[in-house]
């Protein structure tokens, strides 16, 4: 069984938390979830008032405080993590390595064990700095996943291209056959 950490920052895009959580649990992953609080006005905001209990109930929710959960340590077996969606601030903490909440520390305790790192970052126009730290986070082995929606499958409406989103980051930790949908030509 595979077991993965999946945080979510304050970003816009809070339905890619749920999609992706949805994703992991008919994969039967394990889910260790770290939500920041300023992604939990955005899932408020967003997703409505259930949207952080759902959220919670299909996985083990760690206080993001609590820098000494198993999931900040490289001894916790862990097959990678997403952060979805990823602001701006926790990319910048991450690609500097300021691990001052659980999520920025999870975050650095998987990129130095080697493990896959995708961060669904959400932002646009990018400036500069935002550019340098996508720079910074691919050189450490993080993967730059902007949610940008697949428009060769024509998608029907928003839910299909949160969930085909949500599904190409879980595929992107390789744990399981890929359920994303493919191009077909």
């Known amino acids: 069984m595979s077991r993965v950490v999946l945080g979510v920052a304050g970003a ?6 749920l999609a992706t959580a949805r994703h992991l649990t008919r994969l039967d992953a394990d889910i260790d979830l770290v939500v920041s609080s300023a ?20 996985a083990t929710h760690h206080d993001r405080a609590n820098i ?6 490289g001894s916790a077996p862990v097959d990678g993590m997403i952060v979805a969606p990823c602001s701006m601030r926790s990319l910048a903490a991450i690609a500097n390595g300021l691990d001052d909440n659980l999520l920025t520390r999870a975050a650095s305790v998987q990129l130095k064990e080697r493990r896959p790192v995708v961060l669904m970052t959400r932002e646009a126009p990018l400036t500069l700095a935002h550019l340098r730290n996508m720079t910074a986070a691919t050189e450490m082995g993080a993967i730059i996943l902007p949610p940008v929606p697949a428009f060769y499958l024509r998608p029907e409406n928003l839910d299909q291209v949160v969930d085909q989103i949500a599904a190409r980051a879980v595929d992107l930790l390789r744990i399981a056959p890929p359920i994303a949908l493919d191009w077909k030509g």
């Open 12 to 17: 816009s895009g809070a339905a890619l938390a």
């Open 39 to 58: 992604a939990e006005r955005t899932l408020l905001a967003e997703c409505g008032d259930t949207a952080l209990a759902d959220l919670s109930a299909m």
């Open 68 to 73: 000494g959960a198993t999931i900040a340590s």
